[in-house]
């Protein structure tokens, strides 16, 4: 019989993940020059549970808001016109979620990658 050695770093279960999402959706209305910017804080956790791994999201908060296409930029818009959607997603640290969460409460969608990166350094 061989011993199994778990080293550091093999995840204990329940696992959360926190993710900050940003999705860009072209609005199918008769205004074609408008789409939907949304911001997701959202909490994935994952278990087993009888011998099953699960994972549910909760969406702890959300915002968004229709904006014109004139507001990206023109590589942007080709890709809005050809594959109607753009999305990006950050993992991080339940303290950085939890941070931008609070500072960000009334303006959810000025949080961009570069809030997030300050914030981790900051945090650091």
């Not at 910017?37 to 087993?48: G, L």
Request: overall charge neutral.
């Amino acid at each position: 019989m061989k011993n199994i050695h778990v080293g550091e770093g093999f995840p204990s279960f329940p696992v959360s993940t926190y993710t900050i999402s940003r999705t860009y959706l072209l609005l199918t209305t008769e205004v074609k020059n408008m789409y939907l910017d949304s911001i997701n804080f959202s909490i994935d956790v994952t278990d087993i549970k009888d011998n099953k791994i699960m994972t549910t999201t909760e969406i702890v908060e959300a915002d968004g808001r229709e904006l014109s296409l004139s507001t990206l930029s023109k590589e942007a818009i080709k890709v809005m016109r050809t594959e109607r959607a753009m999305k990006w997603e950050k993992q991080v640290k339940k303290e950085v979620f939890y941070h931008l969460l609070d500072q960000y409460k009334d303006n959810l969608l000025a949080v961009n990658s570069k809030v997030i990166d300050k914030c981790k350094e900051e945090l650091n």
